[in-house]
């Protein structure tokens, strides 16, 4: 596999984990909201929003998981080292 292989696969699992972890459904402190109200609360455009929900490969940019992390009141170290054990866990799935 190459690298730009490999990126393009880190960059879609790194999508749907983000989509399932805060966009799948919109909450704000546990309440379901609209994509609107979360993308106004989060301060994530609804344009990204989208492209997260759609959860195709995407070079999400540092600004938007710094924007999420804060909104969703997480340290953004603590959301790598769980996005880790999500790629681990789909890996050992697929060895299975």
């Known amino acids: 596999m190459t690298i730009k292989d490999e990126l393009e696969l880190y960059q879609y699992n790194l999508v749907q984990f983000l ?44 600004s938007t998981i710094f924007k999420l992390c804060k909104f969703e009141n997480i340290k953004m170290v603590d959301l790598y080292i769980e996005f880790e054990t999500y790629l681990q866990e789909k890996e050992t799935k697929a060895e299975e």
């Open 19 to 62: 989509k399932n972890k805060f966009l799948s459904p919109y909450k704000i402190d546990g309440i379901e909201v609209s994509r609107d109200k979360y993308a106004e609360e989060s301060d994530v455009s609804q344009g990204t929003i989208s492209r997260l929900r759609k959860g195709e490969g995407y070079d999400v940019p540092t």
